[in-house]
């Protein structure tokens, strides 16, 4: 079974600084991962999501993830955050492609600094 | 287009009472989701639906049943209420069951059971 582990419970930043967020999954063959936002009140929204092909993944709002298969991660990444990045991040790998078989990791919280 | 919606959002259950909680999607999406997110869980799937007339269960399904009578709404029920079952409750869907189609998901439903 599909396993993802967000070290990282609540991290803060300050405004422009850089982030990365951490997430490392198991899973016995190649996985599709994806990452998650949810703002206060909110559901969540797709930020990103990793399939194949090139590790550097480009999703929303200015965010990129880096799929490393020798370090089963797949950290989310963001040059400069804006206050309103302020959120609840979750990471996700599915098992064989399936909707229905989506394993979420616990959160991390992020928390923006003015 | 309102995506998917959840009724109600907010709801104060007593032990051992009833209640459903129903997701509508205006996207003709095949797929949708039953998840509860608890604190420090990240998000676990409870039951879901491959399309009209057809259910299965998730990760966690007991003490839950749901109903997929017309496409574009899917019933989550608690027959008898119990205390472990408070939670937030969010519903999704999506195109088709493949982890390459978007999840997309309501603003969930925050329910207290006392």
């Known amino acids: ?3 993802v582990t967000q070290p990282d419970i609540h991290i803060t930043v300050s405004e ?18 994806f990452w998650y936002v949810q703002s206060p009140g909110q559901g969540l929204q797709l930020l990103l999501k990793y399939f194949s092909g090139d590790t550097l993944v480009q999703g929303i ?16 990444r963001k040059p400069s955050v804006h206050w309103s990045d302020a959120a609840e991040y979750f990471c996700a790998v599915g098992a064989g492609g399936s909707n229905y078989k989506l394993t979420f990791g616990k959160g991390t919280l992020l928390t923006v600094n003015p | ?13 007593k032990t051992g009472q009833s ?17 509860r997110q608890d604190p420090g869980m990240g998000l676990r799937l409870i039951h879901y639906s491959v399309g009209e007339g057809t259910t299965a269960k998730g990760e966690v399904p007991d003490g839950y049943n749901v109903s997929r009578l017309k496409k574009q709404n899917f019933l989550l029920g608690l027959e008898s209420a119990a205390p472990s079952q408070t939670s937030v409750y969010f519903c999704a869907s999506s195109y ?11 603003p969930g439903t925050r329910l207290t059971v006392l």
């Open chain 1, 1 to 3: 079974a599909q396993s």
């Open chain 1, 16 to 33: 422009g600084a850089s982030l990365e967020l951490r997430c490392n999954y198991s899973y016995g063959a190649t996985p599709y991962l």
């Open chain 1, 61 to 76: 709002k200015g965010f990129e993830a880096e799929f490393k298969r020798s370090q089963s991660s797949f950290n989310l």
């Open chain 2, 1 to 13: 287009n309102a995506g998917v919606t959840q009724t109600p959002k907010f709801r104060v259950l």
């Open chain 2, 19 to 35: 209640m459903t909680l129903l997701c509508a999607q205006d996207m003709n999406h095949e797929y949708m989701y039953w998840y």
């Open chain 2, 96 to 106: 088709s069951g493949t982890s390459r189609d978007e999840q997309f998901f309501g």
